[in-house]
């Protein structure tokens, strides 16, 4: 009875239910829920209590008054319903299922795999380590960064933090980590050179985190870490070389098991900012002017950049584009789970990061360059006529590896779970593990708001620094991080001596007597509106400093509030 086989697989019923659901919740809005909103929004009467806690909401939060934000909440509400809704139908599919789910987890997690497949996701990843600028003199810079600029993401953050090491350490530290890292690319004693790379990178990487922007390459701390608690310097590498290896071991669990970690990891880094684009944005996420608003809002950040893709002239280019990335954030980790699906993870992956490219200019190179996870190089490299007994392309009959799974289980179940408790909190802020950047929250307005700093020489002379620039001694999103943690500190000496700081390193060698100025400004984004003058500025604080001083030598910082 085929038909009803067919008919009682997982991945159908949980469309089937989630559908119907849906559309039941749509027919609800269309028909009934919508129009009553609006209609309290607007003060056409409805239920007397919508209407008060509309009124309420007004008092705490004025974007209220906007019977549009009334009604894009109130959607937002159906979306969220309709979410818990499919996670109710997918639990209960789980539920009754459980045998037949519980057998296929435990094959998938105990499928053998091939040597050469994590000797080359070795590669990528400790290659990719030494091409971030995080791994050179970025890490330096950051360690040499005053303490009222620290802010530590959640983790190991403060443990990093209240153990910087001095400026001449870290240098030693740094060339330490290059040249463990190095080696482990290699493969040259592989396990001592990946664990020593692994905690290194944790030090190497984090400390430019600790300064109010935390980027996002916790995949390769958490891939060096996998790897660490495997054997994947049996095959191409210079420790297989020096012990004449003639034939590369059989395909095994030790192999297949940490690409299966690193395959669930990768797809968490998709997954959960495609469940908060949907759980804070709902459907306007996707159908609404705010792709188009986060397009232009992205452009700005870049002083000459130019996009290669402008696809904000066309709507329903927009919506396609919207409603595919979050189907494709969601879809990515199922498709880890099958090699041809894999295949088609790689595919869509790489578009989806070009696009990003051409369009936003975010690069994402690093978890690009460890997409090599989901090629089975051994199968690939066979169907193209190669055969290597040392590689094991083509004759897989070779010893079976020896060694225990326990480390890299711990590892693996460690870094899963770390990454689905921020995942699930949402929390972008942590180190070493974080939910990758959602930008999940609606641009309902083509409006940007910057810092800018007004230099104000003893002579009378006026230069305003944008920092939305980069001008510091930071890269330009890690400069905007730290200025933006530091104005969202409450009044007091912390902040006081935060912006002290940021005024010396923003005013460099100018005289003393210099006056500082922070203003918040609001700009249009529209590419029509690029050189025209701030819509408002409102001054943040002042100070009269000397940049030869320490930040608590420069005289009082003074907070205002008022509007130029």
């Not at 609800?28 to 829920?33: P, V």
């Not at 007397?48 to 009604?71: C, F, G, K, T």
């Not at 974080?434 to 230099?455: H, N, Q, W």
Request: glycine fraction near 10%; aromatic fraction near 10%.
């Amino acid at each position: 009875m085929p038909s009803r086989e067919h008919a009682r697989h997982p991945l159908l019923l949980l469309s089937t239910g989630t559908i119907a659901g849906w559309m039941a919740l749509w027919l609800m809005w269309k028909l009934w829920i919508g129009g009553m909103v609006l209609a309290a929004a607007s003060g056409e009467g409805g239920f007397q209590w919508l209407v008060s806690l509309i009124d309420e909401r007004r008092v705490a939060n004025p974007a209220w008054d906007d019977p549009e934000h009334v009604v894009w909440v109130a959607s937002t509400i159906m979306t969220r319903i309709g979410m818990v809704w499919g996670g109710a139908v997918a639990t209960a599919i789980l539920v009754i299922r459980r045998r037949s789910v519980a057998r296929r987890l435990g094959g998938f997690l105990t499928e053998t795999d091939a040597a050469l497949n994590l000797a080359i996701l070795r590669i990528a990843t400790f290659g990719t380590l030494l091409m971030l600028p995080a791994g050179g003199e970025e890490f330096i810079i950051h360690v040499g960064l005053p303490d009222a600029l620290l802010f530590p993401p959640s983790g190991l953050g403060p443990l990093l933090a209240s153990n910087l090491p001095e400026p001449g350490a870290a240098r030693v530290m740094l060339y330490a980590w290059i040249m463990v890292t190095t080696m482990a690319a290699a493969g040259f004693l592989t396990r001592p050179a990946t664990i020593a790379s692994a905690v290194l990178t944790l030090v190497i990487l984090g400390v430019p985190q600790l300064h109010g922007k935390v980027n996002h390459s916790h995949h390769l701390v958490w891939f060096a870490i996998l790897l660490a608690t495997s054997r994947c310097g049996d095959v191409l590498s210079v420790d297989a070389w020096l012990g004449r290896r003639r034939q590369a071991p059989a395909s095994d669990i030790r192999y297949g098991l940490p690409l299966h970690f690193a395959w669930l990891l990768l797809g968490m880094v998709y997954f959960f900012p495609g469940i908060w684009k949907l759980w804070t944005g709902g459907a306007d996420w996707i159908f609404s002017d705010h792709l188009r608003h986060q397009i232009w809002h992205q452009w700005t950040t870049h002083a000459t950049w130019k996009p290669m893709i402008d696809p904000t002239d066309h709507p329903w280019l927009l919506r396609a584009g919207g409603l595919g990335v979050v189907a494709f954030e969601l879809s990515f980790i199922f498709m880890m789970f099958d090699r041809r699906t894999r295949i088609l993870a790689f595919v869509l992956g790489l578009g989806f990061h070009l696009a990003n490219m051409a369009t936003l200019n975010i690069a994402f190179i690093s978890l690009m360059g460890v997409y090599v996870v989901l090629i089975d190089w051994q199968r690939l490299l066979a169907a193209t006529g190669i055969r290597s007994i040392r590689l094991g392309i083509g004759r897989t009959d070779g010893p079976h590896p020896r060694g225990s799974l326990i480390p890299n289980i711990v590892a693996g179940t460690v870094l899963l779970v770390g990454n689905a408790w921020y995942g699930i909190r949402g929390d972008n802020y942590g180190w070493p593990f974080a939910c990758y950047p959602k930008f999940a929250y609606p641009i309902r307005e083509p409006v940007r708001s910057v810092i800018e700093l007004d230099i104000v020489d003893p002579d009378g002379r006026v230069v305003t620094e944008s920092f939305a620039t980069g001008r510091g001694p930071l890269r330009t999103a890690r400069w905007i991080g730290v200025v933006s943690r530091v104005l969202k500190l409450p009044d007091g000496p912390q902040r006081d001596a935060a912006l002290g700081e940021l005024a010396r390193l923003a005013v460099g060698d100018r005289p003393s007597g210099t006056e500082l100025r922070f203003h918040r400004a609001r700009y249009s984004t529209r590419p029509q509106d690029r050189d025209e003058p701030p819509i408002n500025r409102v001054l943040l604080a002042t100070s009269v400093t000397a940049p030869t001083t320490s930040a608590t030598d420069q005289g009082q910082i003074e907070p205002a509030s008022s509007t130029q």
